[in-house]
């Protein structure tokens, strides 16, 4: 089975600060992907980033990182330069590479950007 | 990117009737569609997967006489809450796979339930 593990409900940041949201994973897969959504108050699903567990460099879209630790199972997204826009809900999932797989979602993190 | 819409984006129903949600892929196709459920301060829930043509299959606890879905065409797929109640008001949210190289999957701008 596949589990996706956010420990922080909400965080805080200051603008123009980082901040890393916190991920662990847990799955028997050999071959998976770790994706990170953001979900603003309208609800929309918003994708930030990929990370395929065979990558052997960590991920980055603009402001956003992936710190990847496969040994660790862990895959924490790394804001930098936090703006007040980035205030929104984060979810880690996770999804096996191999078929038609779904896509397992933890239970999110509220980040709210302070001016 | 890939265009996804859902309606509608907001439903307010009496207690007993059904209730239709439309999910089209505007510029991919999607062989494989999934639907998930997201109540308020929760995460999203998968409900069911449905491949075009096929029966879909749901996840435990999730009845599949009650939430009914058709995946008739690679471009439309559809849930119906029958017999809707007040439990069942939450946020809906379909979630195409395109059947593409990557298996993209992309997300539906949702459809708020409210049940009264």
């Known amino acids: 089975a596949q589990k996706i593990t956010q420990t922080q409900p909400g965080m805080f940041v200051q603008e123009k600060e980082a901040v890393t949201l916190d991920c662990t994973y847990d799955?028997?897969?050999?071959?998976?992907?770790l994706f990170w959504y953001k979900q603003p108050s309208s609800g929309e699903m918003i994708f930030l980033i990929y990370?395929?567990?065979?990558?052997?460099q960590n991920a980055t879209e603009g402001r956003y990182s992936l710190n990847f630790q496969k040994a660790r199972k862990s895959a924490n997204l790394v804001i930098s330069a936090s703006q007040l826009g980035d205030s929104a809900m984060y979810f880690c999932?996770?999804?096996?590479?191999?078929?038609?797989?779904?896509?397992?979602f933890g239970t999110g993190t509220r980040l709210l950007v302070s001016p | 990117g890939a265009v996804v819409s859902q309606h509608p984006s907001r439903v307010i129903c009496k207690s007993g009737t059904s209730v239709k949600i439309e999910c089209r892929s505007l510029?991919?196709?999607?062989?494989?569609m999934f639907w998930y459920r997201q109540f308020p301060k929760q995460s999203l829930m998968l409900m069911a997967t449905?491949?075009?043509?096929?029966?879909?299959?749901?996840e435990q606890g999730v009845e599949k006489d009650k939430f009914l879905i058709n995946h008739a065409s690679l471009t439309l797929s559809t849930l119906t809450v029958t017999s809707a109640h007040p439990e069942d008001s939450s946020f809906y949210i379909c979630s195409p796979l395109s059947s593409g190289a990557y298996n993209e999957q992309f997300f539906g701008p949702g459809t708020r339930l409210t049940v009264l």
């Open positions: 799955t028997s897969d050999p071959s998976y992907g």
């Open positions: 999932a996770l999804r096996k590479s191999t078929g038609f797989q779904k896509l397992v």
């Open positions: 510029d991919f196709q999607a062989t494989t």
């Open positions: 990370q395929g567990s065979y990558d052997q």
């Open positions: 449905s491949n075009e043509g096929s029966k879909a299959t749901y």
